[in-house]
């Protein structure tokens, strides 16, 4: 791991932090287990209560017919592409240019299973009907990402969804919902789990992000997908001899959090807020549609720096730990909202707004003036 930024220390060191739920240490892990009957018996190569309960929990909540328990999401979602492929007889699936399958696994996906890829719409927008209809044929399955994380957590409309849907399901052509951040849009939509999965063939849902467990994910759908899923979850070692470390932990925060998404999505709201009324600063989406958003700042990364450092210090709260450089003149950070943002008193969070907002136009608008 390389040296930690001079904004990643300072970050670390402040009181209170703007998103998130709090630092990743093994506590996370003691707090689900504080309370666990010692003698509760661990699972076993996917068997026992622990797993068999959790899964059947979460086939409800997503109204499906049964779901299975995934060390990653990765591993999860490369599975059901395949399985959906060989359904098929074709070795081709679409999704987003920005999809974590295309920017973050390795090709996992074309490597391991040989399936070709389709990219569908522009890399700044989200999927709608049109592309899916225009798209190239023989694709087995379409991936959509809700929300579209690497764009500041963008969603289609609902009806686009279900126009999506429809014209999938009477083109014979699987919709798969990569809904990693699946709880966290719900009160955009203002539909349940199970409205919005109903939609789709397959559904994955992670168990560390917004819910914040340790790591994990949930695959649901049909019982024969959900069959052949657990051969594969096998064949590629996911069926460790026990899980329950990630399931306790993800039930856990499961029950803790799951009925928090409408305050993280209103505190997400409230903050993009603040962040647009600063000089030289724009949230995207301008108004989030979920916990999520990304800031964005039209100045490079070393110029935003230092008065980034200087917030941070003078109020005591870590807006962000890093920066990503666009170009030379611009850079961004992305923000999820959690549990630590209702702990930061409410006028030291107007300071650290007013505070950037002076330094920003203290230090940089003159440089704008030269351009
Ligand atoms: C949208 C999306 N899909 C899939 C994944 C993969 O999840 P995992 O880290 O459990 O493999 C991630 C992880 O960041 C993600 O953001």
Redesign the pocket.
Known sequence: MGEASQLQKVYNQTKYKLANHGVRNIQVLQKAFEKKNGELESDLYGTGQIIEDFQSKMASYLGKEDAVF????????QIALRIWCDEKGDKKVAYHPL???EI??EDGLKELHHIETVLLADRNRVIDLSDVMNMENGVAAVLL?LPQ?EIGGQLPSFETLRDISKYCRENNIRLHL?G??LLEVLPYYGKTAAEVCAMFDSV?V?L??GIGGI???ILAGAQDFINQSKVWKRRYGGDLISLYPYIISADYYFDMRAHKMEQYFRESKEVADQFNSCYGISTLPAVPVSNMFHVHIEFSKEQVEPILLEVERQTGIGLTSHLKEINKQSCYFEVHMGDMYSEIPKELVTRAFDLLNQQMKRDLSNEADYE
């Open positions: 995934f060390p990653s999401g990765t591993m999860a979602q999809s974590h399958l973050h696994e990402e994380r990569d990693a951040r994955y992670s560390y992000k790591a994990g994910a």
